[in-house]
């Protein structure tokens, strides 16, 4: 990463409202959802199961992951339905012109 903590990821035009992306930062795979216009980075591993939440369903705020059914929102981390128990990470995310920079994990 920069030594700002943030690394440029994509850029908003490759992320539409409702779309969903996965990018690598580091050794983390991370998640990038644009929810109406505000793009949001998490975790793409689920918490669980360790299977990549992008191939999920995603509706709104909320991730399902396809192995299990386990649902995430993906703007604070919390996992809201089982069996999943913990929360996955979730970035910062800043927006520099048009480019998409994601930084260290919140909490």
Known sequence: M???GFV????????SPGDMKVVE???DQILLVNV????HACDD????????????DLNGDEIECPLH?????????????PP???????FEV?????DVLVGPAKG
């Open 2 to 4: 920069a030594e700002s």
């Open 45 to 56: 591993i689920c918490s669980h199961a360790y299977a990549s939440l992008s191939e999920g």
């Open 69 to 81: 059914g386990s649902a995430f929102n993906i703007i604070t981390g919390e996992a809201l339905t």
């Open 94 to 98: 800043r927006i520099e012109g048009q």
């Open 36 to 39: 109406e216009g505000n793009i």
């Open 8 to 15: 440029k990821v994509a850029e908003v035009g490759e992320i």
């Open 25 to 27: 930062v580091g050794e």
């Open 84 to 90: 999943a128990e913990d929360s996955i990470r979730v």
